[in-house]
DNA sequence: AATGAATGAGCTTTCATTCAT
DNA sequence: CATGAATGAAAGCTCATTCAT
């Protein structure tokens, strides 16, 4: 489906995805239709099949879109913050911020994630922002400013808080700054201290 | 549907719930068909229909078998621990075993988060351990152990790492002490500490 | 798609089978769709493919039956004949009668030689027949009953006039006697003369 | 559509014939959707409109070409000829070589002869050429050549021995031969001997 | 003449559910 | 309790044809 799109085109393909997105993420992957979203658009069901090989691409297409999005975001804080630490807010503040300002991407990621044909394009496009953060954890962990721990599985901890306080709808300014000290505590662990805190204990 | 059951009755209905678990959790709802549930115990459709009055009934009557055993656990670690601090680890540490025994389960969870139908029931399954989670972060705010913060955030936090730990399948012994841990120093935020961590700042 | 079918499942099928094969005969195999034949029969979609898993499916089904029989009869009748071109001629004017027996047949074989998917399957099931006949005059050459030629291509001649006939219907009683006649002469070519009739030439 | 050409036209037009022959043959009428004709050819839909009415038309302009073509080789070759025979073996050559040069077509009159649509166009492009073979026929038995038969069916014959030789790929130079060698030792049947060949005997 | 866009009826197929036995 | 058979609405998708530019 590599086709020359006029402008008007163009406008079309966009007009669809973001309808297809919001029914997508409003009523869920399998329960909304083709029909439904041309229908909601007025237009007739072969202009779907014009932009998309099918609804199955379209839906890549648009997780695709967002995680791009997304990573640009993310990127863009990085780039700007200074030492690890702060590289590390800056990253997992303008993700919280994307995230709760595009609630209905955060879902479109779920239904991926619910649906085995999907989880691979969700997973290669997430691991490159998990990467990233990991990234930090690790440099943060060698220049001594966090507690030893798994980079990677640290990356994940924090993206779990943001997803499900997006999820929640728990992710207002107060919410995003709630987190993010959420977060940093648990990324900062016992670093600095003498004892680790006398409730973390290891399992037998 | 509340028929009286033999007890070869009540074995064909465990059988049918267990296997479509199994298929819902590999596959996704939609994707899962009641032929193919049927099939794959080599029983005829009449079966399922004397169990079950649809395919809606039996997931939800799956997610809420999971729910309540789910609850079951963390309630009786609670119950079994000393002060505040301790019964949070203590509920933290359970859930995330549970979880991490029940891959499948919490796969049925997110699909059910993917589903409007099913969303409300997944809900109301949750609140009561938010609550019992919430409560005790309360309870300890109060008694000073840990920052001031929103505690039903905090809760809904935890369960975002968790959830997101055992999707990308790290919940091993290891992983869970570290999930623990993680969870713990983000509860304790700057408890007892004069200052906060320079790197936490607020939104402007 | 092997199911268990019982008595009345058989006789469904077989009801399919037969009404569709005249659709397809008179109609072609695209114009003809699922909807057509169901209603033809007076039941719903699904029993449709409850036994058969396409249309593809069932038009290979039908071949297969068509062919098979028409192999059983042309077998039949070789076996019975005694030297080798009795058999040749037992077994063409045995297929002649089939063919014209049944004309809906013949179409759907060439429906099959039309259809790039199904040539492969109407080319095994011919295969059979053609080394059948092939094998028949190839011997005929040997005992120097019939002139020196390329065995395949007679049989496959013979073929082409019995099809011609019968596609242009041609094929009563006195049809087959004047088609057997021409194949038979055919076949004899020059033997037994001692030199080929005057206006048959070489290619230059 | 009998539109004023430019020469430009005439060849764009040839070149939609051609094109959309070869895929027909390949592929068979329905399969062969006129998006994939243009786009071969890397023009809009709106030139196919312009040049034909529908996708039929277009089928049965490149029909009537065809058979317009060989009925001229056949015609061409028949003329050349002397006694009947000599003519009916010319004519029978002719159509082959032009048969076996454009396999192609040969497939188009298959497809044609698959769809009620185009059936009545192919027969009444075919009756030409098969009332000129039946004349000479009919010729040569008043000559008392060959043997008295049905001429129409001893044309029809010829040609089904032609078709098949065609589509099963066995018309080379020898094979040409053959056939040709085949048909008219079919045609002459018993012609000029005191008896019928023993083998030959008719129906009950 | 020619293009990309649009139409919409109709196609094959699926599947939750019901029924007769 | 259980089976194989049947239902039919609805799904995803195709494609000959038309339209606006």
Redesign the pocket.
């Known amino acids: 489906m590599d086709?020359?799109?006029?402008r008007?085109?163009?406008e079309?393909k966009r007009q669809l995805m973001a309808f297809a997105a919001q029914r997508f993420a409003d009523n869920g992957y399998?329960p909304?239709?083709?029909?439904?979203i041309?229908e909601g658009l007025?237009?007739?069901?072969?202009?779907?099949?014009?932009?998309?090989?099918?609804?199955?691409?379209l839906f890549l297409a648009i997780l695709d879109d967002a995680q791009r999005d997304l990573r640009r975001r993310q990127g863009d804080a990085i780039r700007e913050a200074g030492d690890p630490l702060e590289r590390i807010e800056a990253g997992l503040r303008a993700s919280m911020r994307w995230t709760a300002e595009h609630p209905e991407m955060l879902r479109l990621f779920q239904l991926a994630a619910s649906e085995a044909g999907f989880a691979v394009e969700l997973h290669r496009g997430e691991q490159v922002a998990v990467d990233e953060a990991a990234a930090q954890i690790a440099e943060a962990m060698e220049a001594g400013l966090i507690a030893q721990s798994d980079p990677v599985l640290i990356a994940q901890a924090m993206i779990g808080v943001m997803h499900r306080l997006v999820a929640r709808r728990l992710l207002d300014d107060a919410g995003i700054d709630a987190g993010v000290a959420f977060c940093l505590h648990g990324v900062l662990g016992a670093a600095g201290t003498s004892a680790p805190p006398r409730h973390i204990s290891a399992t037998g």
Chains 1, 2, 3, 4 share one sequence.
Request: without cysteine; aromatic residues 16%; hydrophobic residues 30%.
């Open positions: 086709r020359r799109l006029t008007r085109g163009e079309r399998h909304t239709s083709v029909a439904e041309v007025g237009v007739g069901k072969g202009v779907f099949y014009w932009y998309f090989d099918s609804k199955e691409a």
